[in-house]
Nanobody, 124 residues
Framework: QVQLVESGGGLVQAGGSLRLSCAAS????????MGWFRQAPGKEREFVAG????????MYADSVKGRFTVSRDNAKNTVYLQMNSLKPEDTAVYYC?????????????????WGQGTQVTVSS
């Protein structure tokens, strides 16, 4: 069984930064691509960023490109999301997920394990 636990969320002013972490249990973490999603109140969950199993390939939603950076440390079974220049519209619950599918980032069915989420609130 795989468990994903996010941390690092909180309240920050617009223009500030946060770094989210997602710690994974299990010995196969380094074999899978990982994704970050978010869900704002009243909205559907949306893809934010993804990283390949090696860390050599990344993908970002247009709304966060240039502001967010996804990375991973396979020795620590952890994936990170560095969020800079935060905006009020970034307010959401952020989730990490393990991608079991070979390719593609946007579709939730391509992810088999999800964390419980961490709240990020950006004040104006």
């Amino acid at each position: 069984q795989v468990q994903l636990v996010e941390s690092g969320g909180g309240l920050v002013q617009a223009g500030g930064s946060l770094r989210l972490s997602c710690a994974a249990s299990g010995r196969t973490f380094s074999s899978y691509a990982m994704g970050w999603f978010r869900q704002a109140p009243g909205k559907e969950r949306e893809f934010v960023a993804g990283i390949s199993w090696s860390g050599g390939s990344t993908m970002y939603a247009d709304s966060v490109k240039g502001r967010f950076t996804v990375s991973r440390d396979n020795a620590k079974n952890t994936v990170y999301l560095q969020m800079n220049s935060l905006k009020p519209e970034d307010t959401a619950v952020y989730y990490c997920a393990r991608r079991w599918y070979d390719s593609g980032w946007l579709d939730e069915y391509k992810y088999d394990y999800w964390g419980q989420g961490t709240q990020v609130t950006v004040s104006s």
